[in-house]
């Protein structure tokens, strides 16, 4: 659905159905610990068409204009554009069991060229057991973050920094996954055993806390940070607005889903006791701007915010 906060204008802009989510290759889907639906929404730069993960444990990437025009890219989940929005960068299905003789292949990255006469190609080579997920272009698209194992074994997570061109990845952090780029350059990293989030730079690894959180929601312009903190104790979704510099965040209650392109506009999803939901709009300080009620039950929801477009 696409919402124009100004209007409160609503329109269905697609209509999928399971074909949409059929996998071309065979073998097992465990589909049991995976929610089906739309998933890694990301709008391309020029506002005109977004792309996103449809089905479940394996997913398919689509790319829908804004007539709702459906375009099937390749199996794969978190697809995102490149900031002069020529390739989206996405990882593959990773299956859930390891081959008959107990092999695994590797799980690069891979680019979709989404201009004219474009194909397929292969980002990062892995060494067999690989995984490589969640890309994030720099904001001047010369490098991809992502995340990947640490070990052989899968035990620990590290973050990843590859060339846009291609070439050896390079591993900035361990215990780490990348959640996206800042305006000045440095990577947002999580921290899987304490569940916080750093301001990293990747030249030497310095880093600034930004506070506790299990996802950070970070601007397109790289200037505005939101991290997910749910509180274990009474469950209570904050989203908790922070500063590079790790200044004393804004706690705000509800679910961080996506920041305006500016930064200066942040969607908050938040859900009654009966399934259903509000979206809210915010400014950097907290403040409410608008809110609007949502069609369903919040966790099924993914956002992200259209950039400016004369259409």
Known sequence: HLLDPRTEEERQLTHLGPDDAALGTSGIRLVISCGFGISGIDWAPDGQSLAFDYGACDAVIHVADLDGTLTRIAEGHTARWSPDGSRLAFGQNVPWMAGADGSQPAFDLMLAEMTEGGGLRQLTTGPAGFTAYDPHWSLDGSLVAFSGPADRDHTRTATFVVDAAGGEPREVGRGVFAAGWLADGKLVVGTNETSTFHA??????????????????????GSAIALWHSDPATGQQLARIVSADGQEPIAVEGVPMTWSPDGSVLVIGMERADGTATIRLVDAEGAELASFEAVGPLMSFAADWQPATDR
Request: charged share 30%; no cysteine; net charge negative.
């Open 200 to 221: 990293m730079r990747i030249e030497d690894g310095e880093a600034t806390e930004l506070g506790a959180g299990g996802r950070a929601v970070i601007s397109a312009d």
